[in-house]
Each structure stands twice: as C-alpha cells, then as structure tokens.
C-alpha cells in the first residue's frame, strides 16, 4: 500500500512540476509539437496548432498538467486524476 501512494505523489508531483514549468515560461507553446505530429490524429493536431485554437491548447495543457498534478498529490478525485492524466499521457 505504501508503494502506490508514493507511486501516485511522484506522478502527481511530475504532473504538477510540468504544468507549472510551462506555466512560468513565457515562451512555451504546443504548436510545434502539433505541427511535427505524425499518425492518425495529425489533421486534427494540425488543425489545432492553427492560430486561433493554439492560446487555447495551451492553456488547457497546462491547467490539466497542474489539476492532475495537484488531485494525486493532494489525493482528491483521485480516479478521475488517473483517467485524465492517461488521456493526456496518451494525447502526447
């Protein structure tokens, strides 16, 4: 048991330092990320690097980064954390 919730703090944690890491960074952005994406999902990550989708990309990366983060450690709606950090993991 001691084993999961440190294995959920140091997910939460890395979740967490990403977010604010790029929340503080004035020059991150996901567009090129999107634009260099490859696979089934590219016309929609192309489409969402486009300019008026991009501001919005990238606040809900990092507001989903920092809400995940900050659930798992703080151990509140953990199940949902869970779900939406794997949707995100696999979104990358």
């Known amino acids: 048991m001691t084993s999961l919730v440190l294995l959920r703090l140091l997910g939460g ?7 604010v890491l ?3 960074n004035p020059y991150w952005t996901a567009k090129a990320f999107l634009l260099t994406s490859e696979g089934v ?3 929609m ?4 690097a486009e300019e008026p ?15 995940v983060g900050a659930a798992l450690m703080l151990g509140t709606l953990t199940r949902i954390a869970a779900v939406a950090g ?3 993991l696999l979104m990358y």
């Open 86 to 88: 794997i949707v995100l």
């Open 53 to 67: 989708m991009i501001n919005a990309v990238n606040a809900m990366n990092i507001a989903l980064l920092i809400g």
């Open 41 to 43: 999902l590219r016309p």
């Open 13 to 19: 944690w890395h979740f967490l330092y990403e977010g």
């Open 45 to 48: 990550f192309l489409w969402l």
């Open 22 to 24: 790029k929340l503080f």
